[in-house]
């Protein structure tokens, strides 16, 4: 442990450790230092000069953004002369600011207003013309006005450090000095709004929400984002019940500020025309709306009729419906249907990983985990494409913590530039082109290794061999596609495991078995869509709860709309297995969530009496799942709950392991009914494959 | 410009060959002691070098006037990254001239305090990053630096002593900043040239974040005589701590502008009425800019003082890059600083908020007033804004832009609030006389 530094800023007295800043030290002791270009995590500028103080012995004013604290130092942000250095930076800052604040989409969320509200002068004594560029589109996320601009780089940093793309640079000088796209008049990046987010004043501005409403008119939920299985929370601003952007600024949540474009401009998709609205049935070969008593009274017979003849009921369930849903789902079908089969499209093989890991505490990786290790191997994944925020995490630990970087891989992928050591390898060749960087590894401290599909199967058990032969900890990531594919596999949505991977006795159907089985009286899909490109299978009834008319559902028998993730509360477990509140954003008339659909069923079947909620389902999963003994209240209260792979997981030994193979602009289905996903180019991959 | 006599009163150092015929071949230059200083220091130890340096009083000739011997002491010889040698050529400061002059008639000099410092710090590689303007130079330079290769003087194991060197020019494109170190050095590795945050100084993190001694091009060329004849006869040219000789552009209202090589302190009124033969016309002194455009400007019953770095901060301006700008009675105060002003607009690099909002503002306010379309209070908004950029910048150029429009208003203030209510100014006075 370092000797601590003392110093004193505004007569307080502060301890920090060797390095630490003075705006940061002030910041310990409630001492607000201002800043526009100083942002955490990102390199430094001392562009703004917002941050000037006194300090003892030094003649000129210092920027507290750059001045590390030092023994004895006295610092003073009090002074006449500080207050009068702030007022100037704001004075020069406004001069050719256009203040077309009531028309900006950062009026009521603008730092500089702030500023000015709080450090400026109350006149301004700027009499020339303001210098005025007419505003520029990037893309059809990113629009630039020059005039708001004042320069402070955050958005240059965050694109270049923080996302490893470095679209933005400056071109010109002096006072026509402006942001611009590397590339000249466009964008091709990731199109994450980083830059906008970032951007303290309305310089920045989305496609997706710019003109369409004011800050302040919005309620904004904290929720998890609905696509990809990293679990960022997202603010949702909403405003009239529609969904108007996403943004994490407050920080909160395991992806700190990071989103990618999903996650701040995608979550439109509750409210596309296309969205189902009302149950449909099929009748003389056509679907034709239904009210909710006829589809549910269909659907109950045909249950009903299934059970008496004693037929079998296939269930495929969803990598999108929440822990309590599936979990519900898999008690459903097992213990009220009297059927194992079940399962889900499985996207990463982790219950080969729970098997290998089954018992031992301390092997699985969390986001954080990402940030702080000292090395991290990536094993067939293009994280950038698929995995944003971890993509993000390793570069930031590359960044802040020197960590080593180690790649297996098929082709180049981003993290390929900050590599220790990258290997390309043939499609298999993964778990030998291991070996290469056997050496190097032993020799690091600890290790955290990710994969995705290209390892399963018996594979995973030799790459967790791979990992206790090096001799140092090793924490794992098994890579899964979508929000909640990582909790349908711990809920048991699985042929031959039930909840936290404990085996069968009687295994079931697989999915591909269910799809071409001619004896199923009943095929049950919720929220998934195997059938895309495919015939409908033989079974007699099929049943289908979706948000959209996707290729499964035109099939279908009875179609029930079912609620969206933004649309319901409840739980889903990430990437790292992290369990997350969900919490309901808006309501969209018509629809019902999962839980509603398969409670009522319940009812009127007789396996309950009342509806149940999914507080109720949620006690049940942590009582009942291994791995899941979570803090019910810490989690209501939105603290990310890890759990573990219990001792008694097994390896199902059954169905194949496939990633969808998403990119940035993709998610499914769902990323097809998200107006921004289907505007933007596919840049990146040409960037990151090339 | 050269006049073909050096004047009496000069001290020839640095200029002495200047004069010969095909100055700036290798042959005259090796004719001349050439190439002797460096063949001296490689007898010599990094230690004794940097200390002949330091006993020399040689301060850096590019303005800031950093003493140059404690500068390369800063450079970490142990340092496992490899060191560089980079010569500041991008002379842009209005006013000055005189490295031009370096490099046009004796660039083997300059080549050869490069090789000397190469050998204080354990460098490898040298770079002259030279202003765009001055593409004809880059020839000459080039032509030299071949000509040294063939001598076995730059290259590898130069002189059979096992020390590897060599030296490549590299042109800026036109912008002033460039010729501050850190921006230089960003400049020179491709990048938007905006200067660097400090520390960690060239010393331990120049270019290409290794150790790196960077310098003045009449700094350098000042090295090979103080090696040659030691530090202690070099200083003894000039003041106490301000040792040498100091090349000075004079420019503006004289007879006989141009660069003259004088003793540090020589005296400005001196060296304006003898030197430099006097006002133009016969007429009365204005003004002087003692050290090029930046430096405060000094009214002349100010001008009886040494040129020092010393004495003119004691006056409240600046040696500077040593380009003195003479301003005779004609001068109109208030065309001057806005056109000052225009060139500091212009040349701001943008990256910080005083610089690139305050330098604009100053020059529209000043070029308002010089034509007449003053408004109350522009006095002191210049004042204001000048006194709110000073001190506070990121790098020295905000100061640059403050420091003239200060003094400006504070020396001729009369002349400032006669443009604003419309009177003549007190150029206008001298030219009705006339």
Redesign the interface.
């Given at each position: 442990m370092p000797e601590l530094i003392r110093l004193t800023i505004d007569g307080r007295s502060v301890e920090v450790e060797p390095g630490t800043l003075v705006i940061e030290a002030a910041r310990r002791v409630g001492v607000k230092i201002p800043s526009f270009c100083y942002y955490e995590g990102l390199s430094?500028?001392?562009?703004?000069?917002?941050c000037?103080v006194e300090v003892e012995k030094m003649?000129?004013?210092q920027t507290a953004c750059?001045l590390v604290a030092t023994p004895g130092m006295v610092v003073r942000t009090d002074t006449p002369q500080v207050a009068e250095?702030r007022r100037?930076?704001v004075?020069?800052?406004l001069?050719?600011h256009p203040l077309d604040c009531p028309v900006c989409d950062k009026g009521g969320e603008c730092e500089l207003q702030d500023m000015a509200f709080r450090y400026g002068a109350a006149e301004s004594?700027?009499?020339?013309a303001k210098?005025h560029v007419p505003e520029q589109q990037w893309s059809p996320v990113v629009f630039y006005d020059r005039p708001r601009c004042?320069?402070c780089y955050r958005c240059v940093r965050v694109c270049d450090e923080g996302m490893g793309v470095g679209a933005l640079?400056?071109v010109?000088?002096?006072?026509?000095?402006e942001i611009a796209p590397n590339r000249g008049d466009h964008l091709e990046c990731d199109e994450c709004g980083a830059c906008i987010d970032i951007c303290p004043v309305g310089a920045l501005t989305s496609g997706m929400y710019r003109y369409q409403t004011r800050p302040w008119e919005m309620n904004h939920v904290g929720t998890i984002c609905a696509f990809c299985a990293d679990g960022c929370k997202t603010t949702l601003g909403v405003y009239h019940d529609r969904i108007m952007r996403g943004n994490n600024r407050d920080r909160s949540g395991l992806n700190g500020e990071f989103l990618c474009i999903k996650g701040r401009y995608a979550a439109d998709f509750p409210h596309h025309p296309a969205r189902l609205s009302r149950p449909l049935v099929r009748q003389d070969g056509e679907l034709r709306p239904a009210s909710w008593l006829e589809a549910l009274s269909l659907v109950e017979a045909r249950l009903r009729e299934a059970l008496a003849a004693g037929s079998p009921i296939g269930v495929i369930g969803s990598n999108h419906t929440t822990n309590e849903e599936n979990y519900f789902l898999q008690k459903f079908a097992r213990q009220w249907l009297k059927t194992n089969h079940l399962d889900h499209q499985r996207t990463g093989d982790v219950p080969a990983l729970a098997s290998a890991l089954a018992g031992r505490e301390g092997t699985l990786a969390s986001t954080e985990d990402l940030y702080t290790a000292r090395a991290v191997l990536v094993v067939g994944a293009d994280l950038a494409q698929q995995h944003p925020l971890l993509s993000w995490q390793i570069r930031a630990n590359w960044r802040h913590h020197r960590a080593r970087i180690y790649v297996v891989t098929t082709g180049p992928v981003r993290e390929d530039r900050y590599a220790a050591r990258s290997v390309r390898v043939e499609p298999g060749g993964e778990l030998e082109g291991l070996l290469a960087l056997a050496e190097a590894l032993r020799a690091e401290p600890d290790l955290v290794i990710l994969f995705g599909d290209a390892i399963q199967g018996e594979d995973v058990a030799r790459l967790v061999a791979f990992g206790d032969s090096l001799g140092i900890p090793v924490k794992y990531v098994c890579l899964v596609d979508y929000a909640n594919s990582r909790g349908a596999a711990d809920m048991g949505l699985l042929p031959d495991l039930g909840p936290g991977y404990q085996p069968l006795e009687r295994p079931g159907m697989t999915l591909e078995e269910m799809l071409e089985c001619p004896d199923l009286a009943v095929l049950w899909v919720v929220g998934a869509n195997p059938l895309i490109g495919r015939q409908r299978p033989p079974s007699r009834f099929l049943l289908v709860q979706d948000l959209f008319l996707t290729e499964t559902a035109r099939l279908a028998d009875v179609v029930l709309p079912a609620a969206s993730a933004y649309e319901k509360d409840g739980t889903v477990t990430n990437v790292c297995g992290e369990v997350q509140r969900l919490r309901k954003v808006v309501a969209v008339a018509g629809v019902k969530t999962d839980l509603e659909i398969f409670s009522l069923l319940a009812c009127r079947m007789g396996f309950q009496k009342d509806p149940v909620g999914w507080e109720t389902v949620l006690r049940e999963i942590a009582d009942a799942v291994p791995g899941y003994r979570l803090s019910v209240p810490a989690l209501l209260a939105g603290a990310p709950q890890r759990t573990h792979f219990a001792s008694q997981a097994s390896s199902s030994r059954r169905g194949k392991v496939r990633s969808a193979r998403d990119t940035l602009f993709t998610s499914g289905t769902l990323g097809r009914f998200a107006t921004i996903l289907s505007q933007v180019r596919e840049a990146p991959g040409a960037l990151y494959r090339g | 410009m050269l006049h073909p006599e050096p004047h009496p009163a000069e001290v020839v150092l640095l200029t002495r060959r200047f004069r010969l015929p095909d100055s700036a071949s290798i042959g005259t230059y090796l004719a001349t002691e050439g190439y002797q200083a460096f063949r001296k220091a490689l007898a010599m130890t990094p230690e004794e070098i940097i200390e002949e340096v330091k006993k020399s009083n040689l301060r850096g000739r590019g303005g800031a006037g950093f003493p140059t011997g404690l500068k390369w002491s800063f450079v970490p010889r142990n340092s496992p990254k490899p060191k560089y040698v980079v010569a500041n050529a991008d002379e842009g400061e209005p006013g000055t001239c005189k490295d031009r002059l370096l490099m046009q008639y004796d660039p083997h000099s300059l080549l050869e305090g490069m090789l000397i410092a190469a050998r204080a710090v354990d460098a490898r590689a040298g770079y002259i990053y030279i202003r765009g303007e001055y593409r004809y130079l880059i020839e000459i330079l080039d032509r030299a630096i071949e000509e040294a290769r063939r001598h076995g003087l730059l290259g590898r194991n130069i002189l059979g002593s096992g020390m590897d060197f060599d030296i490549y020019t590299h042109s800026g494109a036109g912008s002033y900043e460039c010729g501050e170190e850190t921006a230089l050095l960003e400049s020179l590795e491709g990048k938007r040239g905006v200067p660097r945050l400090r520390p960690p100084f060239p010393a331990t993190s120049g270019a290409f974040g290794c150790p790196t001694v960077l310098n003045n091009v009449e700094t350098f060329c000042s090295v090979p005589p103080i090696i040659l004849r030691g530090g202690l006869a070099f200083a003894g040219l000039g003041t106490p701590k301000n040792g040498g000789t100091r090349l000075f552009a004079i420019s503006g209202h004289v007879n006989r502008p141009g660069v003259y090589e004088l003793p540090m302190g020589f005296n400005l009124l001196r060296m304006i009425h003898e030197v430099a033969g006097g006002v133009r016309g016969g007429r009365k002194l204005k003004a002087v800019i003692p050290g090029g455009s930046s430096c405060p400007v000094l009214r002349a019953e100010e001008c009886d003082l040494p040129m020092d770095f010393d004495s003119l901060a004691r006056a409240g301006s600046m040696l500077g890059s040593g380009g003195v700008i003479v301003m005779d009675e004609t001068t109109c105060m208030v065309k001057a600083a806005a056109r000052i002003l225009r060139f500091y607009a212009r040349e701001s690099c943008g990256f910080c908020t005083p610089c690139r909002e305050g330098t604009q503002w100053l020059a529209q306010v000043l070029t308002r007033l010089e034509r007449g379309h003053g408004q109350r209070g522009d006095v002191e908004v210049v004042r204001d804004v000048a006194r709110n950029m000073l001190g506070r910048t990121f790098c020295p150029l905000g100061d640059a832009a403050a420091m003239p429009a200060l003094s400006f208003i504070e020396k001729f203030r009369d002349e400032f609030e006669a443009h604003l209510e419309g009177r003549p100014c007190a150029a206008e006075e001298v030219a009705l006389h006339a």
């Amino acid at each position: 442990m370092p000797e601590l530094i003392r110093l004193t800023i505004d007569g307080r007295s502060v301890e920090v450790e060797p390095g630490t800043l003075v705006i940061e030290a002030a910041r310990r002791v409630g001492v607000k230092i201002p800043s526009f270009c100083y942002y955490e995590g990102l390199s430094l500028a001392g562009a703004c000069r917002m941050c000037l103080v006194e300090v003892e012995k030094m003649p000129k004013l210092q920027t507290a953004c750059t001045l590390v604290a030092t023994p004895g130092m006295v610092v003073r942000t009090d002074t006449p002369q500080v207050a009068e250095a702030r007022r100037a930076m704001v004075e020069f800052l406004l001069t050719n600011h256009p203040l077309d604040c009531p028309v900006c989409d950062k009026g009521g969320e603008c730092e500089l207003q702030d500023m000015a509200f709080r450090y400026g002068a109350a006149e301004s004594r700027y009499l020339e013309a303001k210098h005025h560029v007419p505003e520029q589109q990037w893309s059809p996320v990113v629009f630039y006005d020059r005039p708001r601009c004042i320069l402070c780089y955050r958005c240059v940093r965050v694109c270049d450090e923080g996302m490893g793309v470095g679209a933005l640079g400056v071109v010109n000088r002096g006072g026509r000095s402006e942001i611009a796209p590397n590339r000249g008049d466009h964008l091709e990046c990731d199109e994450c709004g980083a830059c906008i987010d970032i951007c303290p004043v309305g310089a920045l501005t989305s496609g997706m929400y710019r003109y369409q409403t004011r800050p302040w008119e919005m309620n904004h939920v904290g929720t998890i984002c609905a696509f990809c299985a990293d679990g960022c929370k997202t603010t949702l601003g909403v405003y009239h019940d529609r969904i108007m952007r996403g943004n994490n600024r407050d920080r909160s949540g395991l992806n700190g500020e990071f989103l990618c474009i999903k996650g701040r401009y995608a979550a439109d998709f509750p409210h596309h025309p296309a969205r189902l609205s009302r149950p449909l049935v099929r009748q003389d070969g056509e679907l034709r709306p239904a009210s909710w008593l006829e589809a549910l009274s269909l659907v109950e017979a045909r249950l009903r009729e299934a059970l008496a003849a004693g037929s079998p009921i296939g269930v495929i369930g969803s990598n999108h419906t929440t822990n309590e849903e599936n979990y519900f789902l898999q008690k459903f079908a097992r213990q009220w249907l009297k059927t194992n089969h079940l399962d889900h499209q499985r996207t990463g093989d982790v219950p080969a990983l729970a098997s290998a890991l089954a018992g031992r505490e301390g092997t699985l990786a969390s986001t954080e985990d990402l940030y702080t290790a000292r090395a991290v191997l990536v094993v067939g994944a293009d994280l950038a494409q698929q995995h944003p925020l971890l993509s993000w995490q390793i570069r930031a630990n590359w960044r802040h913590h020197r960590a080593r970087i180690y790649v297996v891989t098929t082709g180049p992928v981003r993290e390929d530039r900050y590599a220790a050591r990258s290997v390309r390898v043939e499609p298999g060749g993964e778990l030998e082109g291991l070996l290469a960087l056997a050496e190097a590894l032993r020799a690091e401290p600890d290790l955290v290794i990710l994969f995705g599909d290209a390892i399963q199967g018996e594979d995973v058990a030799r790459l967790v061999a791979f990992g206790d032969s090096l001799g140092i900890p090793v924490k794992y990531v098994c890579l899964v596609d979508y929000a909640n594919s990582r909790g349908a596999a711990d809920m048991g949505l699985l042929p031959d495991l039930g909840p936290g991977y404990q085996p069968l006795e009687r295994p079931g159907m697989t999915l591909e078995e269910m799809l071409e089985c001619p004896d199923l009286a009943v095929l049950w899909v919720v929220g998934a869509n195997p059938l895309i490109g495919r015939q409908r299978p033989p079974s007699r009834f099929l049943l289908v709860q979706d948000l959209f008319l996707t290729e499964t559902a035109r099939l279908a028998d009875v179609v029930l709309p079912a609620a969206s993730a933004y649309e319901k509360d409840g739980t889903v477990t990430n990437v790292c297995g992290e369990v997350q509140r969900l919490r309901k954003v808006v309501a969209v008339a018509g629809v019902k969530t999962d839980l509603e659909i398969f409670s009522l069923l319940a009812c009127r079947m007789g396996f309950q009496k009342d509806p149940v909620g999914w507080e109720t389902v949620l006690r049940e999963i942590a009582d009942a799942v291994p791995g899941y003994r979570l803090s019910v209240p810490a989690l209501l209260a939105g603290a990310p709950q890890r759990t573990h792979f219990a001792s008694q997981a097994s390896s199902s030994r059954r169905g194949k392991v496939r990633s969808a193979r998403d990119t940035l602009f993709t998610s499914g289905t769902l990323g097809r009914f998200a107006t921004i996903l289907s505007q933007v180019r596919e840049a990146p991959g040409a960037l990151y494959r090339g | 410009m050269l006049h073909p006599e050096p004047h009496p009163a000069e001290v020839v150092l640095l200029t002495r060959r200047f004069r010969l015929p095909d100055s700036a071949s290798i042959g005259t230059y090796l004719a001349t002691e050439g190439y002797q200083a460096f063949r001296k220091a490689l007898a010599m130890t990094p230690e004794e070098i940097i200390e002949e340096v330091k006993k020399s009083n040689l301060r850096g000739r590019g303005g800031a006037g950093f003493p140059t011997g404690l500068k390369w002491s800063f450079v970490p010889r142990n340092s496992p990254k490899p060191k560089y040698v980079v010569a500041n050529a991008d002379e842009g400061e209005p006013g000055t001239c005189k490295d031009r002059l370096l490099m046009q008639y004796d660039p083997h000099s300059l080549l050869e305090g490069m090789l000397i410092a190469a050998r204080a710090v354990d460098a490898r590689a040298g770079y002259i990053y030279i202003r765009g303007e001055y593409r004809y130079l880059i020839e000459i330079l080039d032509r030299a630096i071949e000509e040294a290769r063939r001598h076995g003087l730059l290259g590898r194991n130069i002189l059979g002593s096992g020390m590897d060197f060599d030296i490549y020019t590299h042109s800026g494109a036109g912008s002033y900043e460039c010729g501050e170190e850190t921006a230089l050095l960003e400049s020179l590795e491709g990048k938007r040239g905006v200067p660097r945050l400090r520390p960690p100084f060239p010393a331990t993190s120049g270019a290409f974040g290794c150790p790196t001694v960077l310098n003045n091009v009449e700094t350098f060329c000042s090295v090979p005589p103080i090696i040659l004849r030691g530090g202690l006869a070099f200083a003894g040219l000039g003041t106490p701590k301000n040792g040498g000789t100091r090349l000075f552009a004079i420019s503006g209202h004289v007879n006989r502008p141009g660069v003259y090589e004088l003793p540090m302190g020589f005296n400005l009124l001196r060296m304006i009425h003898e030197v430099a033969g006097g006002v133009r016309g016969g007429r009365k002194l204005k003004a002087v800019i003692p050290g090029g455009s930046s430096c405060p400007v000094l009214r002349a019953e100010e001008c009886d003082l040494p040129m020092d770095f010393d004495s003119l901060a004691r006056a409240g301006s600046m040696l500077g890059s040593g380009g003195v700008i003479v301003m005779d009675e004609t001068t109109c105060m208030v065309k001057a600083a806005a056109r000052i002003l225009r060139f500091y607009a212009r040349e701001s690099c943008g990256f910080c908020t005083p610089c690139r909002e305050g330098t604009q503002w100053l020059a529209q306010v000043l070029t308002r007033l010089e034509r007449g379309h003053g408004q109350r209070g522009d006095v002191e908004v210049v004042r204001d804004v000048a006194r709110n950029m000073l001190g506070r910048t990121f790098c020295p150029l905000g100061d640059a832009a403050a420091m003239p429009a200060l003094s400006f208003i504070e020396k001729f203030r009369d002349e400032f609030e006669a443009h604003l209510e419309g009177r003549p100014c007190a150029a206008e006075e001298v030219a009705l006389h006339a």
